[in-house]
């Protein structure tokens, strides 16, 4: 079997890559990534020289690259996690958000639907989508499910919900076999360090700022990347074609609680008083269409396809602090930007 993943020198997607070389060696794993800034190529490299490994420095905005690629590759499946994701930015550029993540998933759909030309035995195209699609929940006032209607509310869940919408629609109109899945928020290791918690724990130990948007109240679900990567995988080998799967860890937490909980972690681990760190915490203007809350029911996964998440909140945050305390250079090389040379060093001439 031969399997593209797009997007897989990010953050959920080298944890993917791994995953699949690792578990299927009998399978070939085709890593397709635009290494724009959250592509890292470092993250993978322990697997780098495995020989059902491979990497393709391509941008899924350009048609013809993706044709000639799809050509090229004769590919059973698709796993597609590339996408432009940091609210943030899309709310300063959303055009770009647009390009990758709606026209670059149409261009793979239509790809994968070309080389495929009607002989769909076999084959699948995965979409890796977001639980942001469905816009926010009140405080105590039920959980997202897979019926919840779409209700996006910045430039980034309009554009993820758009490329939802694309892939439905070719498996309606045109019979392409697809499944998506909408997950809670990520984190663990290789994480770019915009996000909250590797932002946070950097700031931490450089004695920096910690900015809080508002009060902090805005709460959401937690998911160790390591389980999210092995619920893709059950997802792509056993569900049905057409249905939509949502994936969460079962871990609510606000903002400020989890925020305050990682101060008192990084305040052990660094030997440092206990609340010290928590002085840091700096309360800012909230941003632009800031959803209050997502919760996130994964019971549809398990009841048919048995997958659960095998850690909870505060064990996964552990192992997570300890991982970027130990891998202080990998950090560094990330915030000075010195790791955007890795694959001219590591792929020139070849």
Known sequence: MHILITGGAGFIGSHVVRHFVNRYPDYRITNLDALTYAGNLENLRDIASKPNYRFVKADITDAGAIHELFEEGRFDGVIHLAAESHVDRSISNPTEFVMTNVVGTVNLLNAARAAWNGAYEGKLFYHISTDEVYGTL?????????????DPHSPYSASKASSDHFVRAYYDTYGLPAVISNCSNNYGSYQFPEKLIPLFIN??????PLPVYGKGENVRDWLWVVDHASAIDVIYHNAKHGETYNIGGHN???????????????DRKLGRKEGESAELITYVTDRAGHD???????GKLQRELGWTPSLQFEEGLEKTVDWYLENPEWLERVTSGTYQHYYEEQYRGR
């Open 138 to 150: 009140e405080q105590g006032t039920g959980i997202f499910t897979e019926e919840t209607p779409y």
């Open 203 to 208: 700031n931490i130990r450089n004695r920096k």
């Open 252 to 266: 609510e937490w606000k903002n400020i609680d989890l925020i305050r909980l990682l101060c008192s972690i990084m």
């Open 292 to 298: 209050l809350r997502y919760a996130i029911d994964s």
